[in-house]
C-alpha cells in the first residue's frame, strides 16, 4: 500500500476554515512537510514539522501531528481562493534523505 | 534568478527515442534530487546527489534511466528507449546539503510526453 496516504478532495468555501489529513506509516520519520502545487507550476514548501513537536504554528497554517496514531493535518484558516490547490504531504524517514509523498489532496475554495 | 531551473519545460518525443532532461539547482547546493510525478500522483523519488556521486539511485525504475552530475552543479537526466509509460513531469530539486531538515526546493519541472 502507500506510504503516506491522503484523500483525495476537500472543497470549502471562501472564509471557511479547511483541514487536510494525512497518514503516514513509518514511525521512525523525521520530518513531515506539507507541499502545495498550483496548476502548472512546482512544489512550494508550505510548512514542516519536526517528528518530537505537537503542533506547529505559522500565520494562518497549523500543523498537528499524532505520533501514535501517525496522523498529520494541515488546517487553513480563513481560507482564500488563492489557496486553491493541490496539498501534498510528504515524510522524511530516519537515516534518508529523500521525500515519500502521499498522491495528493485537491482543495477547491470557491467565493 | 536564485531559484532551481529545469530545461525543456516541455519534451514530446516518440516511443524509442532518448532523451536527456536538465537541471540547474540553485548556486550553492550540493544536494541534487529527481522525482517522477505522474498523472494524479504525487512525486516519487528516482535519484539524488550528493556532490558528484549519486547517493541514492534506489528509484530509478530500471536500467533505461541514468543522471549523472559530473562537476556538482548541473545535472541531467538520461531517458534510453523512451516508453510510453514514461510520460510524466520530471522534477529536479536541490538543498543546502542531506541530512536533518533541509529543505528541498523544487524547480517547476519538465512534462514529458511519449508518443
Known amino acids: 500500500g502507500e506510504d503516506v496516504e491522503q484523500s483525495l478532495f476537500l472543497s470549502v468555501r471562501e472564509g471557511d476554515s479547511s483541514v487536510i489529513n494525512c497518514t503516514y506509516t513509518?514511525?521512525?520519520?523525521?520530518?513531515l512537510y506539507w507541499y502545495k502545487q498550483e496548476p502548472g507550476a512546482g512544489l512550494q514548501l508550505l510548512t514542516y514539522?519536526?517528528?518530537?513537536?505537537d503542533m506547529k504554528q505559522d500565520q494562518r497554517l497549523t500543523v498537528l501531528l499524532n505520533k501514535k496514531d501517525k496522523h498529520l493535518s494541515l488546517r487553513i484558516a480563513d481560507t482564500q481562493t488563492g489557496d486553491s490547490a493541490i496539498y501534498f504531504c510528504?515524510?522524511?524517514?530516519?537515516?534518508?534523505?529523500?521525500?515519500?509523498f502521499g498522491k495528493g489532496t485537491m482543495l477547491l475554495v470557491s467565493p | 534568478g536564485a531559484g532551481v531551473s529545469q530545461t525543456p519545460s516541455n519534451k514530446v518525443t516518440e516511443k524509442g527515442k532518448y532523451v536527456e532532461l536538465r537541471c540547474d539547482p540553485i548556486s550553492g547546493h550540493t544536494a541534487l534530487y529527481w522525482y517522477r510525478q505522474s498523472l494524479g500522483q504525487g512525486p516519487e523519488f528516482l535519484i539524488y546527489?550528493?556532490?558528484?556521486?549519486?547517493?541514492?539511485d534506489s528509484g530509478l525504475p530500471n536500467d533505461r534511466f541514468f543522471a549523472v552530475r559530473p562537476e556538482g552543479s548541473v545535472s541531467t537526466l538520461k531517458i534510453q528507449r523512451t516508453e510510453r509509460g514514461d510520460s510524466a513531469v520530471y522534477l529536479c530539486?536541490?538543498?543546502?546539503?542531506?541530512?536533518?531538515?533541509?529543505?528541498?526546493?523544487f524547480g517547476p519541472g519538465t512534462r514529458l510526453l511519449v508518443l
Open positions: 513509518d514511525s521512525s520519520s523525521t520530518y
Open positions: 530539486a536541490s538543498s543546502p546539503q542531506t541530512g536533518g531538515m533541509e529543505t528541498q526546493y
Open positions: 510528504a515524510e522524511e524517514k530516519s537515516g534518508y534523505s529523500t521525500l515519500t
Open positions: 514539522i519536526f517528528s518530537n513537536m
Open positions: 546527489f550528493q556532490g558528484t556521486g549519486a547517493a541514492d
